[in-house]
């Protein structure tokens, strides 16, 4: 995927005020307006200003898209890392469906997925103030206890100048237990002031796992990938298995193959009905590294006869 550059495609530089690219835009919108210019490329130009205007006037935009591309190197095919948008506190509201549609994939795999922007502002004289909305990465290992953790968001500004900057704020945030992925935290009178008397909004946080050296979590469930030595597959065996928590031993059936898939019933993400842990086993085979271990390897090959490509015909 093509990386845009949405500062180039406006004419102004990376620190411009809102009000600079306000200009910018009605600048070069006049001049590839598709019924008035005779540019070859006015049509392409002006979809292009049209997309990286939407996504530099609104600061929320703006800040998420300068972190991102804080990080991208030229000369790269772009793909958005996992979470980028982790610890950004943005309004409530939504993004995403029609209005995501009519830009580009560079500018969907950004802003087209759930990505929450420009809620509505009260209008009344004692309204509630805006609710906010940020994404957290907790570790696997929090929702089976519950913990409390120190969590920081940073969310965009307009300074005195006009330009857009990020403050962070500091939350001591209670992590229940057995919360899952994409389920939320909400924190009372954590969003937007309200106006006149009325109550401030709330904040809420949605939870994502960061990313485990063991696990992968679907749903409730935990998938584990097993290493097991070939006679422990071959003959069976009681083996002792990492779970968050402890340890538990597991008893692998005689003939098990690689890919065998055995469960660990209710060993997943504690709740009301727990999820289980699926252990994945993975035969690993063990080095010819000495003599000894060759010759060992030179017997099985002659003594087992064995054929793994045999319902392969070869």
Known sequence: MEYKDYYKIMGVARDATQEEIKRSYRKLARKYH?????EADAEIRFK????????????????AYDQLGAN????????????????FEFNGGGFGGKEGSDYSDFFASLFGQGFRTGGPRGTQPHAKGGDHHAKILIDLEDTFQGATRTITLRAPVVDTQGH???????????????????????????GSPGAG?????DLYLEI???????????????????PVTPWE????????????????????????????????????????????????LA???????????????RKMAQEMKFNPRAKMGV
């Open 34 to 38: 598709p019924d008035v210019s005779k």
């Open 48 to 63: 292009e200003l049209g997309e990286a205007y939407e996504v530099l006037k609104d600061t929320e935009k703006r800040a």
């Open 72 to 87: 991208w190197k030229g000369g790269q095919e772009f793909r958005p890392p996992p979470d980028w948008n982790a610890g």
């Open 164 to 190: 857009v900057i990020t403050k962070e704020r500091v939350l001591n945030v209670n992590i229940p237990k057995g919360i899952r992925a994409g389920q939320h935290i909400r924190l009372s009178g954590q």
């Open 197 to 201: 008397q009325g109550k401030a909004g």
């Open 208 to 226: 994502e796992f960061r990313r485990h050296p063991l696990f992968r979590v679907d749903g409730r469930d935990l998938y584990l990938d097993l």
């Open 233 to 280: 597959a071959a003959l069976g065996a009681t083996v002792k298995v990492p779970i968050p928590g402890g340890i538990v031993e597991l008893k692998i059936p005689a003939g098990s193959g690689s890919g065998r898939k055995l469960r660990l019933k209710g060993r997943g993400i504690p709740g009301t009905q727990p999820g289980d842990c699926y252990v994945i």
């Open 283 to 297: 035969i690993a085979l063990p080095p010819a590294d000495t003599e000894a271990t060759k010759d060992l390897y």
